[in-house]
């Protein structure tokens, strides 16, 4: 129960990673606010939470627009009068294809999601989180620690999102407010699951061997799942991480090493 009666609030709420860490966070004891465009994915989330005997708020946000982040900010002050962590996990994929070639206007839309909408909604809950000495949690990305071709876009996203963290932290640090980072590699969840069978088709192999070659890239010999990534911010939002600030994360099974 690292989160016993704490407010947190999730953005880009989702069938994967954003579902685990609202669910996570209720685990963990928090009542939990759920921003997302999708109005019936913040629906399904809350009645699992309602089901762990936390309480959950749906509010439909497009973090892109100030006007419905200001509103998230209201709705959750109105609901629960207090907030104790902030996770950004909201983003956008650039285009996967190399810089030289990447439609400029493409990239700026994703730096919108990816990095300006996670500094907008941060910065609107900053009063709230210095009356709790509260904490900002950035689900960032492996893609941070390589450079292979057609991740160019993506990275320049997640490693302005990374300085935007570290900042911050320096910033907010003396009014009591932490803010770290989680970088998760494969997440094996639906999307990537898709994506192997897929490959699994092409090589006229099983989606099995695919996961058995991927894995053995990887020190602990399995992808990580939702729920495992999820802990890890559930644990830098709690009071264990306290002392815990301007420092990245990795939850990915041991791929990289930092």
């Not at 004891?29 to 936390?54: C, M, Q």
């Not at 009591?176 to 639906?190: F, H, L, M, Q, T």
Request: aromatic share 6%; with cysteine.
């Amino acid at each position: 129960m690292l989160l016993r009666d704490k407010v947190v609030v999730v953005s880009g709420i989702g069938p994967g990673l954003g579902r685990a860490l609202a669910v996570r966070s209720a685990h963990a004891g928090a009542d939990v606010v759920l921003a997302a465009r999708t109005e019936s994915r913040l629906t399904a989330v809350a009645k699992e939470i309602a089901e762990l005997g936390r309480r959950a708020v749906v509010v439909p946000t497009d973090i892109n627009d100030d006007a419905a982040a200001q509103r998230l900010v209201e709705s959750t002050l109105d609901a629960f009068g207090r907030v104790d962590a902030v996770v950004n996990n909201a983003f956008a994929m650039p285009p996967m294809t190399d810089l030289v070639d990447v439609d400029l206007d493409a990239v700026r839309a994703a730096f919108e999601t990816n990095v300006l909408a996670a500094l907008r909604l941060s910065r609107l809950f900053v009063p709230s989180l210095e009356k709790t000495r509260g904490s900002v949690v950035m689900i960032n990305s492996a893609v941070l620690r390589h450079s292979r071709r057609l991740f160019g876009p993506y990275k320049m996203a997640k490693s302005s999102l990374l300085a935007l963290a570290q900042s911050l932290a320096t910033e907010i640090g003396p009014r009591g407010i932490r803010v770290n980072s989680v970088a998760p590699g494969y997440i094996w969840a639906d999307n990537l699951k898709f994506y192997f069978a897929y490959l699994a088709k092409e090589r006229g192999v099983t989606p099995e061997e695919v996961y058995a070659e991927t894995a053995a890239t990887i020190d602990l010999r399995k992808l990580p799942e939702p729920d495992e990534i999820a802990d890890a911010a559930v644990f830098l939002a709690s009071d264990m991480a306290r002392a815990i600030t301007g420092q990245c994360l990795d939850v990915n099974g041991g791929e990289y090493h930092v």
